[in-house]
């Protein structure tokens, strides 16, 4: 079963920066799991919301503001937002990135960027799931390449996925732990799909995915994993 660390290592250190990427593989992660919006000047930005309000201490929406101005906004713990090139650049290979296509627009900007660092460097595309609750994504990144590994998101039960993985061709399904249960993974591994489970927070309930048998948990605390 292997472990990634959500939004770095969210349980740990400030979700979605540098830091609490490089916290998760202090811990020997098998990937790191982070979302992703365009910013005004078309950069992709590493941050869950599409508004600043929450995690810094900006305000207003992500997509409004170039990049240049988003370096001046730090986290309420102090750090910058990064970008998805600044965190490819920094895990340079060394786990699988589970990039979760979070704002509108971001599939096709995210796979040319991670075409680049394909061609230029030792990252490849087996090193990458692409996910996304919002499913026209994962259509538009469908119809531009089918080289990456593609992760249908849920927060509902898994039969409700499956006839959206079935039309992807997706790798894996993404459920909650909540309202996951044994005959859904029997159907979605009966049918081929990897099943990745988010969002891990406790010792009980990773015993449990173990006990499921799925290939993957999605934490908030490596740690513990």
């Known amino acids: 079963m292997k472990v990634f660390g959500h939004r770095g290592a969210a349980g740990l250190v400030a979700e979605n920066t540098v830091e609490s990427i ?24 590493v941050i869950h919301d599409e508004t600043l309000d929450r995690t810094t201490n900006g305000t207003g929406n992500v997509s409004e503001f170039t990049l240049q101005e988003l370096q001046q906004f730090e986290t309420k ?12 650049d920094m895990i340079d290979g060394q786990c699988e990135l589970n990039i979760e296509l979070k ?13 680049e660092y394909i061609e230029n460097t030792d990252w490849e595309y087996d090193h ?8 026209s994504q994962l259509f538009e990144l469908k119809a531009a ?22 039309r992807l061709k997706a ?22 799909y990897h099943i990745y489970v988010w969002t891990i ?25």
Not at 128 to 135: N, P
């Open 145 to 166: 390449t089918s080289n990456f590994k593609i992760g249908v998101l849920t927060e509902e039960n898994i039969t409700q996925a499956l006839a959206v993985a079935e």
């Open 22 to 45: 490089a916290e998760a593989l202090l811990y020997k992660v098998d990937g790191v799991e982070v979302d992703v919006h365009c910013c005004k000047s078309g950069e992709l930005v």
């Open 103 to 115: 704002g509108k627009n971001t599939a096709l900007p995210t796979i040319r960027l991670l075409e």
């Open 171 to 192: 790798f894996s399904i993404h459920p909650p732990i909540f309202s996951l249960t044994q005959d859904e993974v029997n159907l979605a591994k009966d049918r081929g």
């Open 201 to 225: 927070t406790t010792t009980m309930q990773i015993e449990q995915s173990k006990l499921w048998k799925v290939e993957g948990i999605i934490t908030d605390f490596p740690n513990f994993a």
């Open 128 to 135: 990458f799931i692409i996910s996304s609750f919002d499913h």
């Open 77 to 88: 713990e102090g750090f910058m937002i990064p970008t998805l090139r600044g965190v490819l």
